[in-house]
């Protein structure tokens, strides 16, 4: 693949993903920005759209952050350069962005997380940091200058004064400047700083990795909602102790078996997790169709051979156990059998879905209803 510099999905998961970064010369030939400096100033002003200003020297304060939405007027007072403006999930709302996520899934779709953009004159940065995930920095107008390299952790030093989390004795390992269509893949904990060296733009194509705290907390929570939650523990086998005081080692054993039996549920866990990875990272995003379809006429517009996508925001997974393949769309779980099955893993092959295969499905009143339902939730539209 051209995006990887020659090498194959296979061999870069191998060789680089979380392991070292990679420098990838014209990753996307003759790339053309989807959106200018103007356009991601109007996006940083609205409502739901979820944008930063930091500012290297804010009236003597380094690395200052604030947050939007901004007014018009406050892009005026900007310094002439050292700035930089952040547009977070610019994906979810500009589909030309969205569609460069198709390229990035040779890593699971749960794993995917938004595009960022980075909009900065002369001189603007986010100061020398790292990251706790990986990220595709892809040059997408004028030129910046990075200098990448050496592990860092919560021990690195870190600049005072400052609400961002800026690497005070950092020294990188190697220097570069890209240029529209180049492309820096950084893996978690590696120090980076890119300094703008005209009118630039970077999109940022980030993945999620959630937190032990995050799956501990959150599938605890899942299983607090299920019917069984609420019984009582039992000890039908309760004996005298020599001391009331004492909790017995066979209280304990029981303790262990009651919570080893939930966290052992697989089929459980799958179903959590799926919701989990799958539910949209701003509501905002979320748009219920203006006019709802019937099924017969979601039918039509398959029929007539136009052409589904997802809602730039929504994310789509698939589980398969046993005789049921669990459908996940936008935090929504659908279980389907026998011949709906292969209907999964054909919504979540990409952002633009097999029209000719997706007919064969359309005979079928349920499944026409489930995608009629998707539908109208919003995560689904025709082009």
């Not at 930091?54 to 690395?63: A, H, L, Q, T, Y």
């Not at 569609?99 to 997380?113: A, E, I, M, Q």
């Not at 979601?298 to 046993?322: C, K, M, P, T, V």
């Not at 049921?324 to 292969?342: I, S």
């Amino acid at each position: 693949m051209d995006m990887l510099g020659g090498r194959s999905p296979s061999d870069f998961l191998k060789d680089y993903w979380q392991k070292k970064p990679l420098v990838i010369r014209q990753a996307f030939p003759g790339f053309q920005c989807p959106v200018d400096a103007d356009e991601l100033a109007g996006l940083a002003c609205e409502e739901g759209v979820e944008s930063r200003i930091v500012i290297k020297n804010d009236e003597g304060k380094p690395w200052q952050l604030h947050n939007g939405p901004f007014s018009e007027e406050r892009f005026s007072q900007l310094p002439e350069q050292d700035w930089t403006l952040l547009v977070q999930g610019l994906d979810h709302w500009v589909p030309e962005v969205a569609d460069l996520l198709d390229h990035f899934r040779f890593v699971p779709n749960w794993r995917l997380d938004d595009i960022m953009a980075s909009y900065a004159p002369k001189g603007g940065s986010v100061g020398p940091h790292y990251d706790q995930y990986d990220v595709f920095l892809l040059q997408a107008q004028g030129h910046r200058r990075w200098t990448f390299g050496g592990r860092c952790d919560q021990s690195s030093s870190r600049v005072e004064g400052t609400p961002l989390r800026i690497l005070s004795s950092w020294e990188g390992e190697e220097t570069v400047t890209l240029e529209p269509g180049d492309m820096l893949y950084l893996p978690p904990g590696i120090g980076h700083h890119g300094v703008a060296e005209d009118d630039c733009i970077t999109l940022s194509v980030g993945f999620r990795a959630p937190t032990i705290d995050d799956l501990l907390t959150g599938f605890t929570d899942f299983l607090c909602n299920q019917s069984d939650a609420a019984n009582h523990l039992n000890d039908p086998d309760l004996q005298v102790q020599d001391n009331p005081g004492t909790i017995a080692p066979a209280v304990i054993d029981r303790l262990q078996a009651v919570l080893t039996e939930k966290l052992q549920d697989k089929r459980q866990l799958a179903l959590w997790f799926g919701q989990y990875t799958t539910a949209p990272k701003s509501m905002d995003v979320m748009v219920p169709a203006d006019e709802p379809t019937s099924d017969e006429s979601f039918a039509e517009s398959i029929r007539a051979g136009e052409q589904l996508r997802w809602n730039e925001g929504s994310r789509f997974a698939y589980h398969e156990d046993g005789d049921e393949t669990a459908l996940f769309a936008d935090g929504e779980q659908f279980l389907l059998k026998g011949d709906a099955r292969p209907l999964a893993p054909l919504l979540c092959a990409g952002a633009r879905i097999d029209m000719n295969a997706l007919a064969q499905f359309a005979g079928d009143p349920a499944l026409l209803g489930l995608l009629a339902n998707l539908y109208n939730q919003g995560s689904i539209y025709f082009e």
